[in-house]
C-alpha cells in the first residue's frame, strides 16, 4: 500500500503546479462553456482544463477540495442542488450562502438554460398535453429521464410531488441518447435543458411548468473564493465574459457540436461570430486528433503506474495464500469481494474518502481491481509445484529463501506472468471509467460520445482502449514465449 500512495502523490504533485484549474460537467453545453473559459484565461495564465467530470456532486468535491478553481454552473442548481434552498434567491443570496465554505459565485454569462419536460409535438397534440399538469391524465406515457435530473432535488423527485404526477421512478437514460429513443418512438417523455438545439431538429414540444416549479437557471461561474486574487489578469478576462452569452447564441453553439459535428473547441469559437475553418470531421480526424497523444499518456499511466502496485502487493499476497493456507480464505475473500463491486461505485466510495477526484482515487480503484488475477495466480502456481521438486531442493541444502528465489518461483513464473497478463488487460478497460471523475484517459471521449450521441467519438475512445488491450496481450505473450525458449535452451 506505501507503494501505490507513492505512486499516487508522484503522478498527483505535478496537478499542484500554480495553474487555473477549469473543469466542466459531461454534457454539450457545459462542454463547450468549459472551452469558453479556458480561451478567455489562457492568454492571461497557465490552465488545465478537466472536461466532462461528471455531475453536479463531482464538480462541487472537487471545487470544494482544489483540485478545480472552477467551473460553469447554474444559480438553480446550486440554490436547490447546493445549498438546499427553495424559491429563486438572488445571486448575492447565493455568494453570501458560499462564503463560509470558501466559494463564491459570479459572472452572469447572459442566458439562462432551465430544466423542462418535452415530448414529441404530434403525440403531445393527439392527448392534449401543453403544460406538466396535463402528465397527470395520461398515467400510461413512459419517461425516460437523465440519471442525475431522477436523483435531484429539483429534478424529479420534487417535480413528482408538485404535479402529483401517476408514474413510478422512471427509467434512467443518457442525456444525450435520450432525444433519438423519444424521436423514435420509445419513450414519451424526456427531461431536456431548454437551450439544447435538438429541440427544434427533433419537433419537441416543451411543456409548461404551469406551477412554477422549477427556478431560474442562469449561467455563472462557480469558484473558489481565492480565484480573483490568485489569478488577478486570468479573472479580469474571465470578467469580460459578463453578459456575452445569449440564449441564442448559446443554442447556436450546441447546434455546432451536437448537429453539425464541430469538435466543442469549434463551437466555442462561435462566441465571436468566427466561422469553423474546418469542414464536418472525418472519423480518422477524431481518432487522430490534438489530444490523442495527451489521452495516451493519461492512460498508460493510469494502467501501469496502478499494475505495478498491484505486482508489488500481489506477488507477496500470493505467496503468503500459498504458505499460509489459513491466510488464504481472508486474502481471496477480500480481493474477491472488490472485483464485485460496480466501478463507479468504488469510485464514488474512494473519493470519499481521500476527498478529492482524478488521478488517486482512479489509481486506487485500479490497484484494487489488479489484484485478484496475480493473487491467484501466485498462490495457485506455487501451491501446484510437485513435491518431490521441494524435497530435492530441500536435499541440496538450500534455505527456505533460496528455495522461493531459485526453484518455486521461476516453475510459478509462466502462471504468474499469465495473472499480470490479465490484470493488465482488465485496468486497460476499466481505466475508461476513470474519466467520469476527470482522471483523463480515453474514456474522456467516451463520456463526450455519450454526451452528444456521436458515434465516432465514442469508436475513437474505445478503439485506441481495445487496441491497446490487443497490444498489452500481444507484449505478454511474447515474452511468455521468450522465457519457454530460453528455459529449453537450458534444458537442451
Known sequence: MRILLALCLAVALPAQAEALRIGSKRFTESYILGEVLKWAAGSKAEVEYRPGMGNTGILYAALRAGAIDLYPEYTGTIAREI?????????????????????????????????????????????????????????????????????????????????????????????????????????????????????????????????????????????????????PEAWRALRALEGKIDERKMIRMNAAAELEGRSFAQAAALLDGEKPRTAR???????????????????????????????AVGLPLGVLAAKVPRSGAVIFGIVGVVQTIPSLALLAFLIAIVGTIGVLPALIALFLYALLPIVRNTCTSLVAIPRGMRQAAMA?????????????????????????????????????????????????????????????????????????????????????????????????
Open 83 to 231: 445549498l438546499k434552498v427553495e424559491g429563486n434567491p438572488g445571486l448575492e443570496d447565493i455568494d453570501r450562502a458560499l462564503e463560509p465554505l470558501g466559494l463564491a459565485v459570479g459572472v452572469r454569462l447572459g442566458f439562462s438554460d432551465s430544466y423542462a419536460l418535452a415530448m414529441r409535438e404530434d403525440r403531445a397534440a393527439a392527448l392534449g398535453i401543453r403544460s406538466l399538469s396535463d402528465l397527470a391524465r395520461h398515467p400510461g406515457l413512459r419517461l425516460g429521464l437523465s440519471q442525475e435530473f431522477i436523483g435531484r432535488a429539483d429534478g424529479w423527485p420534487g417535480l413528482n410531488a408538485a404535479y402529483k404526477l401517476p408514474y413510478g421512478t422512471p427509467s434512467g437514460l443518457d442525456h444525450g441518447l435520450a432525444y433519438e429513443a423519444v424521436a423514435a418512438g420509445r419513450i414519451d417523455v424526456i427531461d431536456i435543458y431548454t437551450t439544447d438545439a435538438k429541440i427544434e431538429r427533433y419537433a419537441l414540444r416543451v411543456l409548461e411548468d404551469d406551477r412554477g416549479f422549477f427556478p431560474r437557471y442562469d449561467a455563472v461561474l462557480f469558484y473558489r473564493r481565492d480565484v480573483p486574487g490568485r489569478f
Open 396 to 492: 541440496l541444502g538450500l534455505s527456505t529463501r533460496d528455495r522461493m528465489m531459485l526453484i518455486e518461483m521461476p516453475l510459478a513464473l509462466p502462471s504468474i506472468l499469465a495473472g499480470i497478463n490479465t490484470s493488465a488487460v482488465i485496468n486497460v478497460g476499466t481505466a475508461t471509467i476513470a474519466a467520469f471523475i476527470g482522471a483523463g484517459g480515453y474514456g474522456e471521449r467516451i463520456a463526450s460520445g455519450l454526451a452528444l450521441n456521436d458515434n465516432a467519438t465514442l469508436l475513437a475512445g474505445a478503439i485506441p482502449a481495445a487496441a491497446l488491450a490487443l497490444i498489452v496481450q500481444g507484449v505478454f505473450l511474447l515474452f511468455e514465449r521468450r522465457l519457454d525458449w530460453i528455459e529449453r535452451g537450458r534444458a537442451g
Open 281 to 311: 470531421r472525418s472519423f480518422v480526424d477524431v481518432l487522430f486528433g490534438p489530444d490523442f497523444w495527451r489521452l495516451t499518456g493519461e492512460h498508460l499511466l493510469l494502467v501501469f503506474a496502478s499494475l505495478a502496485a498491484s505486482i
